[in-house]
C-alpha cells in the first residue's frame, strides 16, 4: 500500500510579510505556497511538510523568523536583488517574485530518494532543495540560497548557492544528483551573457557540504531565463 502512495506538492493560500517593499507596494501579500503531502489510495493526506512554516519558524534564539521575505519586482531580478539586500535585513533574507499565480516558492521537482526513501522538494522562486525525512517530516539538508550546507564550486571556493532558479533534481547514484540550473541572476556568474547549464552536485551529510563536481553549457547561445532544458 506504501508503495502506492502518492507524494506531490499542493497549494494553499497564505500571507507573507514583504520587507523592503518599493514605491506602491504592499507590505503583506497575499498567495499560494506549495507544501509537501503525502496521500495514499483513498486520498487520505497522510502527513505534510510546508516551506512556508518551516521559513517563518523561529530561529534558535526563538527571536526571529526563520527567513524572511524581500519582493523583488520580476523575477529576472531576484539573483539582483539577492545580492543588495541591505545589511539591516541580513541574514536570512531572501528576495521572491510573486509572478501572474502568485507563487513566489514554485515547487518544480519532487522525487524519492531510492536509498533511504527520503524525500526531495525543489523550489525554483527559492533556488532551494530540501531533502525531507520521509517519518519525522523534517528538512534533513538543503542546497541553494536557503542551504544548510556549506556550498563549493569545483574550484573549491565557497558560494552563496551551487544552482539558481534550476529545474528538475535527478539522482545518480547515492548523495549524487543532476540538475538542469537555468543560472538567472547569478551571485557567482558577473558576465553580460549568462548561459544555461547542466549541473553534477555531490553531497556529504556527514561533512554539511555540498560541491558541484561537474557542469556543461554549451555557452551563452543556450540561455532559459524561465522553464527546464
Known amino acids: 500500500q ?9 497549494l494553499r493560500p497564505f500571507r507573507v510579510p514583504c ?6 507596494q504592499k507590505p503583506q501579500q497575499h498567495g499560494l505556497v506549495e507544501h509537501l503531502a503525502e496521500v495514499d489510495l483513498g486520498g487520505r493526506v497522510l502527513w505534510r511538510w510546508d516551506v512556508y512554516q518551516y521559513m517563518m519558524g523561529r530561529d534558535p534564539s526563538g527571536q526571529q523568523p526563520r527567513w524572511r521575505w524581500l519582493l523583488a519586482q520580476a523575477d529576472g531580478l531576484t539573483g539582483q536583488a539577492n545580492r543588495h539586500i541591505p545589511s539591516a535585513l541580513r541574514p536570512r533574507t531572501l528576495a521572491v517574485y510573486f509572478n501572474h499565480n502568485a507563487l513566489p516558492a514554485h515547487a518544480n521537482t519532487v522525487a524519492l ?5 527520503g524525500v526531495y522538494i525543489h523550489y525554483h522562486g527559492l533556488s532551494t532543495t530540501f531533502k525531507i525525512h520521509r517519518t519525522r517530516h523534517e528538512v534533513m539538508w538543503a542546497v541553494g540560497l ?17 544552482t539558481w532558479h534550476a529545474h528538475g533534481w535527478h539522482q545518480l547514484g547515492p548523495h549524487r544528483f543532476l540538475t538542469f540550473d537555468n ?25 554539511g557540504t555540498a560541491t558541484t563536481t561537474w557542469h556543461w553549457s554549451p555557452g ?6 524561465i522553464g527546464g532544458g
Request: glycine content about 12%; hydrophobic content about 25%.
Open 146 to 162: 536557503m542551504g544548510t550546507l556549506r556550498q563549493y564550486a569545483p574550484s573549491g571556493r565557497s558560494v552563496h548557492s551551487l
Open 2 to 10: 506504501a508503495a502506492c502512495n502518492a507524494v506531490q506538492p499542493q
Open 183 to 207: 543560472n538567472v541572476g547569478s551571485q557567482d556568474d558577473r558576465r553580460q551573457t549568462p548561459s544555461s547549464r547542466v549541473v553534477e552536485l555531490l553531497v556529504d551529510p556527514g561533512q
Open 113 to 117: 530518494d531510492p536509498f533511504d526513501g
Open 19 to 24: 520587507y523592503g517593499t518599493g514605491k506602491g
Open 220 to 225: 551563452s547561445t543556450h540561455y532559459r531565463d
